[in-house]
């Protein structure tokens, strides 16, 4: 069995785990720096503190919890792709690429490490080098719907519509459960010229329909019903969003005009 310190610490970190469950990662976060008080070298606490760090915002925490981690585990695939979507976070899109490249040395078809070295490249307008290293998994994971999500987003940046549009109908035979790729999939009908409102809706209730906690899809619903002056259905989505994200800009400002609208439409039948 644990000893004394042992038990606590465990207890301590399972205390904290219990709380980042039910989303109150503040309290989460004591519990874990406690842990580490008590055996600083701790891993597990380490990254469970980490994770609420990031959670809270807190990026210059995060990264300082993974980089203790990663001095330890240096070949460690999943901090090494937490501090990289760390320093996406930032902004730092070329510290996450540098970080990224050091690790494909050691692996060069690493799917996680791909596929986020892609992200980055592809959020630095660096399109070439974004869809060489999606294609480069490709040809070794020819399956892989993560690398045809990152093709299909890299040409919809480039506004090459339908290419972009082929490849996600593509991916969506792979894995027609996908709700990220439905939304993908709205976002292009959308943006083509001009605008197809109607089948894009589909495809964002079709996201919504198989993840509900899809915020993006909530968004674009809400984006149509503003466009169709349906004040009630974009007042839901928004709604919706801001119970989860209550500082989202967009939602907010598309929750106040859906109440402006339903008041406008009230008054006006008055």
């Known amino acids: ?50 994770v609420a760090s990031h959670k809270l915002g807190d990026l210059d925490a995060a990264e300082k919890s993974y980089r203790i981690i990663l001095d330890k585990q240096p070949e460690n695939t999943q901090v090494l792709t937490a501090l990289g979507n760390i320093y996406k976070d930032k902004g730092e899109f070329d510290r996450g690429i540098e970080l990224y490249k050091g690790a494909l040395k050691k692996d060069e078809f690493d799917p996680a490490l791909l596929n986020n070295i892609t992200v980055l490249y592809r959020l630095s307008k660096k399109y070439k080098q974004a869809e060489e290293s999606a294609k480069k998994l490709l040809s070794r994971s020819p399956k892989n719907v993560d690398a045809y999500k990152n093709l299909s987003i890299i040409y919809y940046d480039q506004k090459k519509f339908d290419l972009a549009e082929t490849i996600t109908a593509n991916a969506l035979k792979m894995d ?55 004040y009630a259905l974009a007042e839901q989505m928004y709604s919706k969003v801001l119970e989860v994200e209550p500082r989202n800009l967009v939602a907010r400002l598309g929750y106040a005009y859906a109440l402006s609208g339903k008041q406008m439409a009230a008054e006006s039948l008055a």
């Open 1 to 50: 069995g644990y000893s004394g310190k042992g038990l606590a610490l465990q207890d301590l970190i399972e205390e904290g785990n219990q709380l980042a469950g039910k989303g109150d990662y503040t309290k989460a976060r004591e519990k874990y720096e406690e842990a580490l008080k008590k055996e600083p070298d701790n891993v597990t606490a380490e990254t469970q503190l980490a």
């Open 176 to 230: 027609p459960k996908d709700a990220a790729l439905f939304n993908n999939r709205g976002m292009i009908w959308v943006s083509k010229s001009p605008p197809r409102y109607p089948e894009a809706l589909v495809f964002f209730k079709k996201a919504l329909e198989l993840d509900q906690t899809n915020l993006n899809a909530r968004l674009n619903i809400g984006s149509i019903a503003l466009h169709y002056r349906d």
